[in-house]
């Protein structure tokens, strides 16, 4: 991992910082792309105290804002050559009262799948100018309890949060399914994990039953070290950079629902998204622009 530079969005806790703080001890150099500023300086000294160098960079944003995700990723590829790993680590889960962000998504859709497929475009061309680039986003399990309903993807009918949750780490997976076919033919990878249950501030400000059962749970949940355990393994393992639209659990390969790796669902989620952030995401047309 010696000078490969690392972008890891939600960096400043949890599984991000352990991921930002184990790579960087390997000799990564870390972008941390976070969203409140005291909490990213913290959480960068902390890394600082540790790795053994000072190749540790914050890029401020708010990933319920695309005007912010723009931002930030022109800041980047201004300052930056090539990005070796993009970890779309940040996610978030609402209680049960249905939100939207200041472009009208779904709160929850917006930041857990439309914010890293719009970041992931926009950098594409900084992943594929490295050697061997790899993306890697983190979904959950909880995909197993989504239900996908392309023509209603932000829950406009029946709003509730755990299902939006659900429904939001399944789109993950379907992003990650269709992006590895996308890449293909290219240096680039494209995986995704279920970090475990993990006994951290995830979900601690959700209310009614589900903030109910996480406080119930959180005695028996995993550490945020043992959580961050899959993402550093893609991110610096042989595997991780050979392995191409597959699904990890506890480092392995895994099987997720058949609706996670369905083609036409995965590339229906593709246009809308593009539809709905006013892009085209084109890998190929990047690297062949490229060469």
């Known amino acids: 991992m010696k000078d490969k530079i690392c972008l890891i969005t939600g960096a400043n806790s949890g599984i991000g910082k352990v991921t930002a703080r184990e790579l960087a001890k390997k000799g990564a150099h870390i972008i941390m792309l976070c969203r409140n500023e005291q909490k990213a300086e913290n959480a960068r000294e902390d890394i600082l105290r540790v790795c053994g160098h000072d190749k540790v960079d914050i890029v401020l944003a708010d990933l319920s804002s695309t005007k912010q995700i ?8 201004s300052e930056y050559p090539r990005i070796d790993v993009l970890i779309n680590n940040a996610g978030m889960i609402m209680g049960n009262d249905r939100e939207t962000t200041e472009d009208g998504f779904e709160w929850t859709f917006g930041v857990n799948h439309l914010a890293p497929f719009l970041l992931t475009h926009l950098l594409i061309d900084k992943v594929l100018a490295s050697k061997k680039g790899n993306i890697i986003t983190v979904s959950s399990e909880a995909h197993r309890f989504a239900n996908f309903d392309l023509n209603d993807l932000q829950m406009q009918r029946k ?12 789109c993950n997976i ?6 590895a076919k996308r890449l293909k033919g290219t240096q680039t990878v494209s995986n995704t994990l ?26 028996f949940m995993i550490s945020e070290e043992k959580g961050a355990e899959t993402t550093i393994y893609l991110a610096s393992s042989e595997e991780g950079y050979t392995a191409n639209g597959l699904y990890f659990k506890n480092k392995k ?3 997720p629902t058949k609706v996670a790796t369905n083609d036409y669902n ?3 989620l593709w246009e809308v998204s593009e539809e709905l952030l006013q892009v085209k995401f084109s890998p190929v047309k990047h690297k062949a622009a490229e060469g």
Do not use: C, W
Request: hydrophobic share 40%.
């Open 70 to 77: 723009k931002e930030a990723a022109a800041k980047i590829r």
């Open 159 to 170: 709003y509730n949060g755990l299902k939006a949750y659900a429904n939001s780490k399944l």
């Open 174 to 179: 379907l992003f990650t399914h269709e992006l």
């Open 266 to 268: 995965a590339r229906r």
């Open 253 to 255: 390969p895994a099987s």
């Open 194 to 219: 279920h970090p475990g249950a993990i006994a951290s501030n995830f979900g601690k400000g959700v209310s009614g039953f589900f903030g109910f059962v996480m406080k119930l749970s959180r005695p």
